[in-house]
């Protein structure tokens, strides 16, 4: 057999019926059983450990080391017989931790100290946010649920709110219906308005306040048809209530009683009044009705049936309109 070149120190040949097979060592070369295994670097122990207790709860802050640098803070305690640790980066963030920590152990609120990192920042955030308020976190998130359930996708929560505060900034939500008519008869008496004006308002939405004892905000436009329909009057009768009332919510939005949006007539329509043939008198019927007149219904009557006026227009009349050649309003 030739000379192998360096560094071939031994060469084994068995031979065998199929195959043949070499085992080479080279030289420098140690059997794995000659190496001593390798020693793992020692652990730098902390150099930083500091302790806090409350009410027999325990929680201790050490310092962590990360390929031999002091990069963060280690907090660890004991959760129903389980060690717990939570790592934050700097000392201030641990001491914050750890106080929270010892606060929920000392309340019981052991559910809160289970959650996860994350969950756990979201709710912190959340007791944060509320503390301006001062409403339980749970308490919130019910109405923030109704809210939303309301809206049904139709905006979000922050947009209803300032939709809401917009169309209510400035009314006084508290003035009843009776305390509204009033103010609408006594500024009505002081502007001009006629007696027969003021008469039949005050007619009519006394009838009106009676049925509603609540602030006028709170009168629905369902309120006023329910109320419109219970009226044992005629069409005509019941439109002219409709007009009353309608009065009174104008100068309701004017006096910010209530929303500068409030309009509960406007899906109250309008009763249809029947069409009645116009019965014009005869000259014997007229002739008839003057003789049996009361004296003090002759110049209403008179007027009526020769001077072409409406009956609300002769209302209105004053003496101070009619000269001896005409009649002038």
């Known amino acids: 057999m030739g000379l192998l070149p360096q560094p071939l120190r031994h060469v ?72 717990k640790q939570v790592r934050r980066a700097s000392l201030a963030d641990a001491r914050w931790e750890a106080a929270f920590i010892l606060t929920k152990l000392a309340k019981g609120e052991h559910d809160v100290l289970a959650l996860t990192s994350t969950d756990r920042l979201v709710y912190l955030r959340a007791c944060e946010t509320l503390s301006k308020c001062k409403v339980p976190l749970d308490l919130a998130v019910s109405e923030y649920v109704q809210a939303e359930t309301a809206l049904n996708g139709t905006g979000t929560l922050t947009d209803a709110v300032r939709l809401f505060v917009r169309q209510r900034a400035g009314f006084e939500s508290r003035v009843l219906v009776d305390q509204a008519v009033e103010e609408l008869l006594k500024t009505r008496r002081s502007d001009g308005s006629s007696p027969v004006h003021i008469d039949d308002l005050e007619c009519r939405l006394g009838v009106f306040a009676k049925g509603f004892s609540c602030p006028i905000c709170e009168v629905r436009d369902t309120d006023i048809l329910d109320f419109l329909l219970n009226l044992k009057f005629e069409p005509r009768t019941k439109n002219n209530y409709r007009t009353a009332i309608s009065n009174l919510s104008s100068f309701a939005r004017l006096r910010k009683y209530v929303p500068q949006d409030y309009n509960p007539l406007q899906f109250v329509p309008e009763f249809k009044e029947p069409a009645k043939p116009v019965d014009i008198l005869t000259v014997d019927d007229l002739r008839r009705l003057l003789e049996n007149a009361r004296p003090e219904f002759m110049g209403y009557l008179t007027i009526a049936a020769f001077g072409g006026l409406r009956q609300s227009e002769i209302q209105r009349l004053r003496w101070d309109h009619i000269t001896e050649a005409y009649i002038y309003h």
């Open 12 to 83: 084994f040949v068995t031979t065998g019926p199929v195959h043949a097979k070499k085992f080479l060592f080279f030289g420098g070369m140690k059997r794995k059983s000659e190496v001593p295994p390798k020693q793992k670097a020692e652990k730098p122990e902390s150099r930083f450990r500091l302790e806090l207790t409350r009410h027999n709860n325990r929680v201790v802050i050490t310092d962590s080391i990360d390929k031999g640098h002091y990069v963060s803070y280690v907090i660890s305690y004991y959760l129903e017989g389980r060690r």
